[in-house]
């Protein structure tokens, strides 16, 4: 009887440049994936949108709508509000991007540096 867990099972048509290459298309992909559902991205458009709805509804409110709010409208101002927040979100994704992640070092390999010059 042999033992089949000290064997290391090989698969026929892939070689190690083949598995390389798959595992840093792969780590490409999740990079772009985390950059493109960053939280500020999605709070920041769901509250725009929602601001410029509800803005709408503040713009068409009638006497009625505003004398239950004790004459404020308070859909117009709320919608402000939310535009402006969904703004400052969207703004500080642009200006504080998503940083890149670090590149992978190879067990043997030394990081690649700069010169200093």
């Known amino acids: 009887m042999t033992d089949h867990h000290s064997e290391h099972p090989r698969h026929s048509g892939y070689s190690e440049q083949d598995v390389q290459r798959e595992v840093s298309e792969l780590k490409e992909k999740s990079a772009t994936a985390a950059r493109l559902f960053d939280i500020r991205r999605i709070i920041g458009g769901l509250f725009v949108l929602y601001g410029v709805i509800v803005t709408i509804a503040g713009l ?34 642009k200006l504080r991007p998503t940083a890149p992640p670090p590149p992978d070092v190879e067990p043997g390999e030394e990081p690649e540096t700069e010169p200093k010059g």
């Open 60 to 93: 068409t409110d009638d006497d009625a709508t505003i004398d239950k709010a004790e004459g404020v409208n308070i859909n117009l101002w709320t919608g402000l509000g939310m535009l402006l927040l969904g703004i400052f979100f969207l703004a500080w994704l």
